[in-house]
């Protein structure tokens, strides 16, 4: 049941760049408090025909849309969404973002600040995008070189000797062809956990709750990426 409406709505879209060829999602939030009759999302690229996108989430009028990563094939991406309201009021957003043509890290394993517990020789494993055809893979394990296996999507390695009860840096580097680079520096550890040095922010705020900036999720997106991160209160 309505119980109110907002004078003036409006349609906010969260939007990062995206990456060449790899799947992208995206937020948008509308700030209404009537019934939506209608909703359109489409997206362009280099100002092409518009398409669908497909909508993956929705809660108390904030929702999560996703672009397949086979539609990512320009430079320039375009976003953009139009709703009316149950008093026939429509108003919209539209946001561009870039498309990357870099290569991309989407996932390693172990990660960062897991323990394999007792898995002394933890496969490790790194899934990748856009790295082009044999791209110069650098990835020492505690400073000492280690030879992974690159494929197309993967680099992986998988220790020949048992790791020790310990903290372990992996430094990953990854240089395209055409020099273009991918980093990634994370650490892990073997054996069961015990007592250990932790680094991280102890007191954060976000727009959403107080005085600072943000979201919670990009408050964890930060934390999740960022070097020698451990925790975030």
Not at 1 to 17: D, E, H
Not at 37 to 64: I, Q, R
Request: aromatic share 8%; with cysteine.
């Amino acid at each position: 049941k309505n119980i109110g409406y907002v004078l003036n709505p409006t349609m906010t879209i969260n939007a990062q760049n995206a990456h060449l060829g790899i799947s992208y999602e995206f937020k948008m939030k509308l700030d209404e408090l009537s019934q939506i009759k209608k909703l359109d999302m489409t997206a362009s690229v280099d100002g092409g025909a518009p398409f669908a996108v497909t909508e993956k989430s929705s809660k108390d009028n904030e929702y999560v849309y996703a672009v397949d990563g086979s539609k990512l094939t320009g430079k320039k991406l375009t976003l953009k969404g139009t709703a009316t309201n149950e008093f026939n009021m429509t108003y919209s957003a539209e946001v561009t973002v870039d498309i990357m043509d870099e290569p991309v890290i989407l996932n390693v394993s172990p990660a960062s600040n897991e323990s394999t517990g007792t898995e002394k020789r933890p496969e490790i494993v790194i899934d990748i995008a856009n790295c082009g055809t044999n791209p110069k893979v650098v990835m020492p394990l505690d400073d000492v070189a280690v030879t992974p296996t690159v494929t197309a999507k993967k680099i992986s390695y998988k220790p020949t000797e048992d790791l020790t009860d310990d903290r372990h840096v992996v430094a990953l580097t990854i240089t395209r062809a055409d020099g273009k680079v991918a980093e990634m520096t994370w650490s892990f550890s073997v054996g069961e956990g015990t007592l250990g040095l932790y680094y991280g922010q102890m007191h954060a705020h976000t727009a959403e709750y107080s005085d600072g900036a943000g979201t919670l999720e990009d408050a964890y997106e930060y934390a999740s990426k960022a070097e020698d991160i451990d925790y975030i209160f």
